[in-house]
């Protein structure tokens, strides 16, 4: 099914790199995940396809099980494929050791979880430079006086999280995830745990990061208004891309999931 719409101590690691698409941030090619075997396997991933741009924010929605969190787990490298390639850039990361794979969301991948995964005992600021202290380095003060304007985080700095709200707990996840400048942000469930107007407030700081501040966000939801939010929505269903919503709108989106829930053979959308 294809639906298309348009609406308003060890050697230095090594690593594969085949040239990528222009402004591309991440891509997949022929990626599957396949779990158990005989009666038991299941097929999570199913040789996808599929390139995401660099400086735009995409949205990845599905049913349940459609295997939108394996796709972007494989993705960030936070689990290894059976099959196929993933690429950071013009990096391999599917062949990578966890070494390599350690460095790389290091240096060049950001998260940001349903859960926030602050260190309760840490400063709002101090969560957010974490990441550059573990890799022995300090932050860039006019990029992190850029992300605390942008988030408006100024005023809670010294607050542990807490002493802050949900929507503020995210909003520091997010500087974290946004600190070392990484060449793209994975963002899973980001809004799961907050309420409509917490949840508002974060998509409206991602969709900022990436139109003022020039990054990419790659984003699983399962909220079709959250998913509004983005510049685009690729669909899932049974480990296959199923669609591609560019501009989307919450109709749209909606309109896209109930085509996957009801149509078996082959059909376009517009």
Same mark, same amino acid.
């Given at each position: 099914?294809?639906?298309?719409?348009?609406?308003?101590? $060890?050697?230095?690691?090594? *690593?594969?790199?085949?040239?990528?698409?222009?402004? #591309?941030?991440?891509?997949? %090619? !022929? @990626? =599957?995940?396949?779990?158990?075997?005989?009666?038991?396997?299941?097929?999570?991933?199913?040789?996808?396809?599929?390139?995401?741009?660099?400086?735009?924010?995409?949205?990845?929605?599905?049913?349940?099980?459609?295997?939108?969190?394996?796709?972007?787990?494989?993705?960030?490298?936070?689990? $290894?494929?059976?099959?196929? *390639?993933?690429?950071?850039?013009?990096?391999?990361? #599917?062949?990578?050791?966890? %070494? !390599? @794979? =350690?460095?790389?969301?290091?240096?060049?991948?950001?998260?940001?979880?349903?859960?926030?995964?602050?260190?309760?005992?840490?400063?709002?600021?101090?969560?957010?430079?974490?990441?550059?202290?573990?890799?022995?380095?300090?932050?860039?003060?006019?990029?992190?006086?850029?992300?605390?304007?942008?988030?408006?985080?100024?005023?809670?700095?010294?607050?542990?999280?807490?002493?802050?709200?949900?929507?503020?707990?995210?909003?520091?996840?997010?500087?974290?995830?946004?600190?070392?400048?990484?060449?793209?942000?994975?963002?899973?469930?980001?809004?799961?745990?907050?309420?409509?107007?917490?949840?508002?407030?974060?998509?409206?700081?991602?969709?900022?990061?990436?139109?003022?501040?020039?990054?990419?966000?790659?984003?699983?939801?399962?909220?079709?208004?959250?998913?509004?939010?983005?510049?685009?929505?690729?669909?899932?269903?049974?480990?296959?891309?199923?669609?591609?919503?560019?501009?989307?709108?919450?109709?749209?989106?909606?309109?896209?999931?109930?085509?996957?829930?009801?149509?078996?053979?082959?059909?376009?959308?517009?």
């Amino acid at each position: 099914m294809d639906l298309t719409t348009t609406s308003p101590k $060890s050697e230095p690691p090594t *690593t594969v790199t085949t040239p990528a698409g222009p402004a #591309t941030a991440v891509r997949a %090619r !022929s @990626l =599957t995940k396949v779990y158990g075997t005989g009666e038991a396997e299941v097929r999570a991933l199913d040789a996808v396809d599929v390139d995401f741009a660099a400086g735009a924010f995409t949205a990845i929605m599905g049913p349940s099980g459609s295997g939108k969190s394996t796709l972007m787990h494989l993705l960030a490298g936070l689990d $290894s494929a059976t099959s196929g *390639t993933a690429y950071v850039g013009d990096t391999e990361i #599917t062949s990578m050791d966890d %070494r !390599s @794979l =350690t460095r790389l969301r290091r240096d060049r991948v950001g998260f940001v979880f349903q859960s926030f995964n602050l260190l309760p005992m840490f400063t709002a600021e101090q969560n957010i430079t974490l990441p550059l202290e573990l890799a022995g380095t300090t932050a860039d003060p006019a990029w992190l006086e850029t992300l605390v304007t942008t988030l408006s985080l100024a005023d809670r700095l010294t607050h542990r999280p807490s002493e802050l709200s949900g929507g503020q707990q995210q909003r520091v996840a997010i500087a974290r995830a946004l600190i070392a400048k990484p060449d793209v942000v994975f963002a899973d469930e980001p809004t799961g745990n907050l309420d409509s107007r917490a949840g508002a407030q974060v998509l409206s700081f991602l969709r900022r990061s990436v139109r003022e501040l020039g990054r990419t966000v790659i984003m699983v939801t399962h909220d079709p208004s959250a998913a509004a939010y983005a510049d685009r929505v690729v669909l899932i269903a049974d480990g296959r891309i199923a669609g591609d919503i560019t501009d989307p709108t919450p109709e749209s989106v909606l309109a896209g999931l109930d085509a996957l829930r009801s149509l078996d053979e082959p059909a376009t959308v517009r």
